[in-house]
Nanobody, 112 residues
């Protein structure tokens, strides 16, 4: 059974940084396409960042230049470094594998 567990969310002020982590178990991680998405109240879920098994990354325009996705295949971990946070980044952030499996999410709240 595939399991993804996010951590690292919290309440921060605008301009602060946070690092989200995602622990993956139950599948061959090194070949997995990994992603972070977010869902804010009253809004559709947005794909924030993706990383291929080879390390190629892609970002939503709204976070480009501020967020960085990375992975550690030996630890089966995915990370999302979020800098220069804005109130509009407030959302529940989800980690996903192969666009099929998703974690329970971690709340990020950015105050102005």
């Amino acid at each position: 059974q595939v399991r993804l567990v996010e951590s690292g969310g919290g309440l921060v002020q605008a301009g602060d940084s946070l690092r989200l982590s995602c622990a993956v178990s139950g599948r061959t991680f090194s070949s997995s396409f990994m992603a972070w998405s977010r869902e804010a109240p009253g809004k559709q879920r947005e794909l924030v960042a993706t990383i291929t098994s080879g390390g190629s990354t892609n970002y939503a325009d709204s976070v480009k230049g501020r967020f960085t996705i990375s992975r550690d295949n030996t630890k089966k971990m995915v990370y999302l470094q979020m800098n220069s946070l804005k109130p509009e980044d407030t959302a529940v952030y989800y980690c996903g594998a192969d666009s099929r499996y998703w974690g329970q999410g971690t709340q990020v709240t950015v105050s102005s």
